[in-house]
């Protein structure tokens, strides 16, 4: 543990005052492999860290990102839904894509099963291809992609939607080419 009250008496109070789902801004202070430090705009400085704020890697958006500067950079204002005060590291646990539009339920609103899409193969895996079919919203087909590489486009249908998971199953239409 970081900490008891008595030997940070200001950061506790501070983050014993904030509540869940509460909005917090600041300024991205630093970009860590494990996560993005925030310094609070009326927060304390913290101990060690370089800011009260914590953001980790998928709470800073609801789209695949391959490095966290393609999302936020360091002195970027920023706001973030509280999700927990962490007591161990005496931060506060944001989300950022708590506040953007879930472009998945957007999709989903528009799409029925059946339906065939265009789209480009974004990652090839041992369990099969994720296929991008809209902007952030990304689909697994559970079979071998053959000839496939990432970056090739193709044709897909839709064969199940999973609002609440945020899961979209695909199958190939036809089968994408190495190109």
Request: glycine share 12%; proline share 7%.
């Given at each position: 543990?970081?900490?008891?009250?008595?030997?940070?008496?200001?950061?506790?109070?501070?983050?014993?005052a904030r509540h869940p789902g509460e909005v917090l801004s600041g300024t991205v202070a630093a970009i860590e492999?494990?996560?993005?430090?925030?310094?609070?705009?009326?927060?304390?400085?913290?101990?060690?860290?370089?800011?009260?704020?914590?953001?980790?890697?998928?709470?800073?958006?609801?789209?695949?990102?391959?490095?966290?500067?393609?999302?936020?950079?360091?002195?970027?204002?920023?706001?973030?839904?509280?999700?927990?005060?962490?007591?161990?590291?005496?931060?506060?646990?944001?989300?950022?894509?708590?506040?953007?539009?879930?472009?998945?339920?957007?999709?989903?609103?528009?799409t029925a099963v059946g339906q065939e899409l265009r789209g480009r193969v974004t990652l090839l895996?041992?369990?099969?291809?994720?296929?991008?079919?809209?902007?952030?919203?990304?689909?697994?087909?559970?079979?071998?992609?053959?000839?496939?590489?990432?970056?090739?486009?193709?044709?897909?249908?839709?064969?199940?939607?999973?609002?609440?998971?945020?899961?979209?199953?695909?199958?190939?239409?036809?089968?994408?080419?190495?190109?």
């Amino acid at each position: 543990m970081m900490g008891g009250r008595a030997e940070h008496p200001e950061l506790w109070e501070f983050l014993e005052a904030r509540h869940p789902g509460e909005v917090l801004s600041g300024t991205v202070a630093a970009i860590e492999p494990f996560g993005v430090f925030v310094a609070l705009d009326d927060g304390p400085d913290h101990p060690v860290f370089p800011g009260v704020g914590f953001v980790s890697y998928p709470e800073l958006s609801w789209r695949r990102f391959a490095a966290a500067t393609e999302v936020v950079q360091v002195g970027q204002c920023v706001s973030g839904e509280l999700l927990v005060f962490d007591t161990t590291n005496l931060e506060a646990r944001l989300s950022l894509r708590a506040l953007q539009p879930d472009p998945f339920q957007a999709f989903a609103e528009h799409t029925a099963v059946g339906q065939e899409l265009r789209g480009r193969v974004t990652l090839l895996t041992s369990i099969g291809a994720f296929v991008e079919v809209a902007d952030g919203v990304e689909g697994l087909v559970r079979e071998p992609a053959g000839e496939s590489r990432a970056g090739a486009g193709t044709t897909v249908v839709v064969t199940g939607i999973d609002r609440e998971r945020r899961r979209l199953t695909l199958a190939w239409r036809c089968r994408p080419g190495p190109g």
